[in-house]
C-alpha cells in the first residue's frame, strides 16, 4: 500500500531552471574569465560546465524516477535518484580534483596576473544568483523529500562560496597579491571536493538500505503505542526509497483476534502513518502472535 506525495510539476519545474541558470552561468564566466584576466573565473566556469553535466543527467534521473509503480517494478522506480545523485557527486569530485591541478600548475610555473574590475561586479552577480538558486531548491526538496534536488541546491550553495572565495582573491590581486586568484581557486576547489563526497556518501546510503532517519521511526513507535491491541513491537524498520520512505513493521497482538480484526488494525495504522508523517511510500505490516513474557 503506497501513495506519492511530491509534486512532480513543481520537482521538474526547478530542475529545468537549474538547468538553465547553469547553461547560463557557464558561458557567463567563461566571457567574463576571458575579458577580466581571471583565471579563478575560467575554472569557475569550467565548474558550472561539470554541473550543467550533471544536472542534465539528474534531469534524466528525476523524469524516470517519478514513473508510477508498475508490474517490472512494484516498488517504483525512486532508487534512480540515488543513481543520478551518485554521478553528480562523482562529477563533483573528478572537476575538483582538475581544478586544484590545474592552479597548483600556474602558481608553480608564475603565471599569475591580478584581474580587472570587471570580474568583481561578475563574481557579486553570479554569487547572488546562486544563493537564490539554493533557497528555492532547497525548499524544493525538502518539501518534496528528493535527494537529487537537495543535492543540487547544495551544489548552488557551493557555487555562491565559490563566488565569495573568487571575490576575495580578486580584491587581494588588486592589492598587490596577484597569486592571490589562484590561491582562492585552490580553495574553491577544496569546496566542491567536500560537497561531492557529501552528494556521494548519501547516495551510497541510499543504494545501500541505509535505515531510516530515527525521527521517522519514532513517530511511528508513537503510533504503535496507541493501539490497544498491540501488546509487543517486534521489529520496526525503515528505508528510503527516492522521495518516500518505506516502513516495515512486524508487531505483536493477542491470538485471538481475527483475520477482520487484524485487517481493520492494519488498515488503521498505515492510514494514521500516512496522515501523520510525511513522505511515506509503502507501509508493509505483519502480525505475529504474541508470547508470554515477550516485551511490551
Known amino acids: 500500500m503506497g501513495r506519492k506525495l511530491s509534486c512532480g510539476d513543481c520537482v521538474m519545474k526547478s530542475v529545468r531552471l537549474d538547468l538553465a541558470v ?5 558561458v557567463f564566466n567563461g566571457a567574463l574569465g576571458s575579458l577580466a584576466g581571471s583565471v579563478a573565473l575560467h575554472a569557475f566556469a569550467l565548474q ?25 517494478f512494484p516498488y517504483g522506480y525512486g532508487k534512480i535518484q540515488f543513481l543520478t545523485a551518485l554521478f553528480v ?7 575538483s580534483i582538475s581544478f586544484m591541478y590545474y592552479n597548483i600548475i600556474h602558481l608553480h610555473e608564475g603565471k599569475v596576473t591580478a584581474p580587472s574590475g570587471l570580474a568583481i561586479v561578475g563574481t557579486l552577480l553570479t554569487g547572488s544568483v546562486c544563493e537564490v538558486m539554493h533557497r528555492y531548491m532547497s525548499c524544493v526538496g525538502r518539501e518534496n523529500n528528493n535527494l537529487v534536488i537537495t543535492a543540487a541546491a547544495w551544489d548552488n550553495r557551493n557555487d555562491a562560496l565559490s563566488a565569495l572565495a573568487i571575490l576575495l582573491g580578486v580584491v587581494a590581486a588588486w592589492l598587490g597579491m596577484t597569486w592571490a586568484d589562484h590561491l582562492v581557486a585552490l580553495v574553491v576547489s577544496l569546496l566542491v571536493m567536500r560537497a561531492g563526497l557529501m552528494i556521494v556518501t548519501d547516495a551510497v546510503k541510499g543504494l545501500l538500505d541505509a535505515r531510516a532517519p530515527e ?5 511511528v513507535e508513537d503510533i504503535v503505542d496507541f493501539l490497544p491491541e498491540v501488546r509487543c513491537k517486534k521489529s520496526l524498520r525503515g528505508r528510503r526509497l527516492g522521495d518516500t520512505w518505506e516502513l516495515d513493521i512486524v508487531l505483536g497482538v493477542d491470538q485471538g483476534l481475527s483475520v477482520t ?10 492510514k494514521q502513518i500516512y496522515q501523520q508523517i510525511s513522505h511515506i511510500g509503502h507501509v508493509h505490516v505483519s502480525f505475529i502472535p504474541n508470547s508470554e513474557g515477550d516485551a511490551v
Do not use: M
Request: hydrophobic content about 50%.
Open 89 to 95: 557527486g562523482l562529477v563533483l569530485l573528478v572537476g
Open 215 to 219: 525521527h521517522i521511526l519514532k513517530e
Open 48 to 72: 558550472f560546465l561539470g554541473d550543467l553535466l550533471g544536472k542534465s543527467v539528474n534531469y534524466l534521473g528525476i523524469r524516470a524516477s517519478i514513473r508510477p509503480a508498475d508490474a517490472d
Open 22 to 26: 547553469a547553461a547560463g552561468q557557464a
Open 261 to 270: 480484526q487484524l485487517h481493520h488494525l492494519e488498515s488503521n495504522l498505515i
